[in-house]
Every structure is written in structure tokens, then in C-alpha cells.
């Protein structure tokens, strides 16, 4: 597999992030408690990093690791079932969470995480997306912000990786054959 073209140039990226940084910290002004940013692993990292370091809101990071695809050979397709492989350190009970997740696919993983976090008695969850895909939603989730809407294609960079591959690449690309 090999980059085909790409999709968000590296300053768009930068320009969004601050976009929806200031958005959060407008919405977010005058908390009390900091809100807890819970990023989805390994995808978000990046995103999350460029993300916290334009919030002026108080704010702790955190994160956890989940699993929606099956270990075989098709990596593409989703198992069905949501695996918590590793869960956030603090505590979220009363609190504001802001879920930080890189791709919206089937929306499957982020119905079943905001669903998972409102059970911990949080005060509000909310959620970041840094790219949805246009059609593949099949699960009606709230994105509260939103980064880029993309074509239904494979994407890579900015986190975004293919068999743990271009994942640190400073823009969105699409793969090709």
C-alpha cells in the first residue's frame, strides 16, 4: 500500500485544531473541575497533544485503549464487539469528559464509549472527531466537534495509521494500491 494523494495539507490541520480549541474553551469557560480529555489510543495521540496545547481551559488528559476489530486476516472489518483493552486513570464521576477520538467510521466505538462514559455518573460527555467519513455511519452518534469530513477511503497520517504504518505522517492521506 502506498499513498495515493493527499487529502488535509498539514496547516489545514494546524488551523482546525485551533479552531475547535477556541470553540472548547469558549464552551468550557467559567468550569470548575477540569475537564477530562480521554483520548482513544493509539489514533488520537497526535491530534490530542496538538489539541491541549491551544486549551487555556483547565484540563487533565487521560486515556484508554479499545478494540472493535477482529485479529484476523481482514482488518477492516469490525468484530461487533467493543473490547476496553486499557481504561483512563482518572476519575470521571461529576466530571465534564471530552472523548478525543481520530476517525468516525461506522460510529460503532463511539456509540458504545459515550454510552460507557455516561454510566460513570459524569456531569456531560462530549465528543471530538478529528475526521468523519461521509457514508459509512451506521451508528447515530453526536459529534460535538468535528474536524474534517472525508470521503470514504482509507486514510493515514496525523495519527491515523495502516498496519501501525504512516501513523506520523503531519497530514491525511489517502492509501492506494
Known amino acids: 500500500m502506498k499513498i495515493k494523494k493527499t487529502l488535509i495539507e498539514t496547516q489545514q490541520i494546524e488551523n482546525r485544531v485551533k479552531e475547535l480549541a477556541a470553540q472548547i474553551n ?31 481551559i483547565p484540563h487533565v488528559v487521560d486515556f484508554m485503549a479499545v478494540s472493535s476489530y477482529s485479529h ?10 467493543v473490547r476496553i483493552i486499557m481504561d483512563c486513570r482518572e476519575n470521571q464521576q461529576d466530571r465534564d469528559v471530552l472523548i ?38 451506521s451508528y447515530p452518534v453526536e459529534i460535538d466537534y468535528l474536524g474534517f469530513e472525508i470521503p470514504d477511503v482509507w486514510v493515514v497520517g496525523y495519527g ?11 497530514y491525511i492521506a489517502e492509501l492506494g494500491e
Open 26 to 56: 469558549r464552551d468550557y469557560a467559567g468550569i470548575t473541575e477540569p475537564l477530562v480529555l480521554v483520548g482513544v489510543l493509539k489514533g488520537s495521540f497526535i491530534f490530542m497533544a496538538d489539541l491541549c496545547r491551544y486549551l487555556t
Open 72 to 81: 484476523s486476516s481482514n482488518a477492516t472489518k469490525a468484530s461487533g464487539n
Open 100 to 137: 478525543v477520538e481520530d476517525i468516525l467510521d461506522s460510529g460503532h466505538t463511539l456509540d458504545y464509549l459515550i454510552k460507557n462514559f455516561k454510566s460513570r455518573y459524569t456531569k456531560s460527555v462530549r465528543t471530538i472527531v478529528l475526521v468523519k467519513k461521509k457514508t459509512r455511519m
Open 160 to 170: 491515523l495509521d495502516y498496519a501501525e504504518k504512516y501513523r506520523t505522517l503531519p
